[in-house]
């Protein structure tokens, strides 16, 4: 097993080809890396030790270090509650709780962000 994934590996990197961008590199790098973990034998969504704990750790941290900050400078705060399903369960209080156009432009982009960041994340729900 660990020859042909060498080989492959190999074979692999002597290919040549363009990307249009970052992002289609990164896309071409996680399809590879799934295709890897199939061969040995892995699920491509769960690498060793993940868990759903490892999921809520990743999106409280990029709440916390990425959306917060943000979110504080207008006096607003998001919380992760939970996530089932690929559902991620926040609640925003503050600045932007009272007014439906600031609040619903928060939860797009930030619904959008959390997506590209952690693909296991399929949908953002908000609760009150």
Do not use: W
């Not at 705060?77 to 009272?98: F, M, N, P, S």
């Amino acid at each position: 097993m660990g020859l042909t994934l060498a080989v492959d590996f190999v074979d692999r990197l002597r290919e040549t080809r363009t990307f249009v961008g970052v992002e289609d590199l990164v896309e071409q790098l996680k399809k590879d890396v799934d295709a890897a973990s199939q061969l040995v034998g892995e699920s491509p969504s769960e690498s060793p030790g993940q868990s759903s704990n490892d999921l809520n750790d990743r999106v409280t941290r990029f709440l916390r270090e990425e959306v917060a900050p943000v979110l504080q400078m207008d006096g607003s705060d998001v919380h992760l509650l939970e996530i089932q399903d690929g559902v991620a369960k926040v609640r925003i209080q503050g600045g932007c709780d009272g007014c439906p156009s600031s609040l619903m432009a928060v939860i797009m982009g930030l619904e959008q962000e959390l997506r590209r960041e952690i693909p296991e994340i399929e949908y953002l729900e908000i609760v009150p």
